[in-house]
DNA sequence: GGCGGCATTTGACCTATGTCATCAAATGCG
DNA sequence: CGCATTTGATGACATAGGTCAAATGCCGCC
């Protein structure tokens, strides 16, 4: 990961961000940075909170500076389905959007960087670079959606509860391979936010765990501190 | 539906082409239409062909003019799941793809109009109006395979069934509100493929059809002929 | 340090759906 | 026209995972 160098005209918040370096606002030149930045919000929000509604409008978009959002999709009757992960320097919001329908909620202490609606759609006309980033940005998400269709689909319990595990592992070390290695990690979703992700309920969840811990697959301390000795024998297991 | 009036200049081969109004060519002027019809090449396919496989390197895109293609990805031990469908008008392929890891095969009868994909990335580069649309299409993607997320990780099958035909339902009459509406057509996918997009096994959907058939909420002639008297119980059905 | 409230785990039981086997109907082929 | 092949339907049975209830562990708070 290429870290652009600070700058002396980069505004200040910027400086040490890395959706700076990591996301949107690699795309974008001083001049158009800073230009962003006078129109950027910062928001905090804790672990639980709803960030966007189903129903409201979209106003603006939001960078993830740090911390985890998921994003949910809600029937009539109360069931409801985690249909996406948001990580740092995810990009958050549906161009062009008539309703997205779906809500967004934090599900660890997030912080985000709020854009305006109006002036990202402007940048948008104007900077081509940007577009594109958008564009393969949104391809991610599809490939990731599709992805996880066929574990929903497809698998067990076990290997669902297994995929997710090794997706967070790929989270914090992008670069597993097929070798053995080792990954230590806070989970950031609760076993009922993992079973709406999942498809399955709570308690399935936590029995699968509980028969990752005893196949020593996985150490679990404290409900959420995870610890894997080999990604690899996970990653079998994720089917 | 505006139809774009035929136009002197205009390929013969698009004269009578839905795409041509319908689908991508819609964002393209006469002279981009002629510049890319020198380059297309017409394929058909039979039920059941593969039309790009899972590893195949992509040296064309291709608009679907007739029939239907489903998307797929498989397992190393062979279980499958259709991750989506693609109907008259829909463009497939991958832009910027280093790999999709995904099949395609017909499911139907199918007609292809094939871009070759130096041509369609040089076209996207000059044209922002396609460039756009392209975005757009991917999100209705991303939108569609979050809405199935939902029905493969929270429906029943029973659900699921039913949110399959309502699915198809809306492709031969968009405009299904929440009125009362009859609606008829030939599925164009088979129990199996049916099975393998909405996650069941062939038995499921089978006895799920039957089923259907008993609550008179479908009638089915020929096995592949559906006729649904009332869109909105089947709706109800959907959850 | 004890108490109340959550999140999680565990257990017992039940049901929806998968699996396997058979049958029936439709389709293609000589 | 009849046989073989494919596709779909149905029945009997097995089981993964859901549901409901209870136990446990953990945390902040008084």
Redesign the pocket.
């Known amino acids: 990961m290429p870290t652009i160098p600070p700058h002396e005209d980069e505004p200040r918040t910027c400086r040490l961000c890395s959706v700076r370096s990591n996301g949107i606002c690699r795309v974008l030149d001083t001049s158009q940075l800073a230009r962003l930045a006078r129109h950027t919000r910062s928001t905090r929000h804790e672990a639980?909170a709803e960030v966007f509604g189903d129903e409201t409008d979209i106003t603006t978009y939001a960078n993830v500076v740090s911390g985890v959002i998921k994003l949910m999709k809600v029937l009539e009757d109360g069931r409801q389905q985690v249909v996406g992960l948001k990580f740092a320097n995810d990009f958050i919001g549906r161009i062009h959007a008539a309703s997205n329908a779906l809500s967004a909620e934090a599900t660890s202490e997030v912080e985000l960087c709020l854009v305006p609606r109006a002036l990202m759609e402007a940048m948008l006309e104007e900077n081509r670079p940007l577009e594109r980033w958008l564009m393969k940005e949104t391809l991610r998400e599809l490939d990731e959606a599709r992805e996880w269709m066929v574990t929903l689909g497809r698998?067990?319990?076990?290997?669902?509860v297994a995929s997710f595990l090794y997706l967070i592992a790929l989270h914090v070390n992008p670069e597993l391979g097929s070798d053995t290695a080792t990954v230590e990690y806070d989970?950031p979703?609760?076993?009922?936010?993992?079973?709406d992700f999942l498809?399955?309920?709570?308690?399935?969840?936590?029995?699968?765990?509980?028969e990752l811990?005893r196949l020593e697959i996985i150490v679990?301390h404290?409900?959420?501190h995870v610890h894997i000795p080999d990604t690899e024998r996970l990653r079998q297991r994720a089917g």
């Open positions: 639980g698998k067990s319990a076990a290997e669902r989970l979703l609760t076993r009922s936010d993992m079973a498809g399955l309920s709570i308690e399935t969840v936590s029995r699968q765990l509980t811990r679990i404290n409900k959420r």
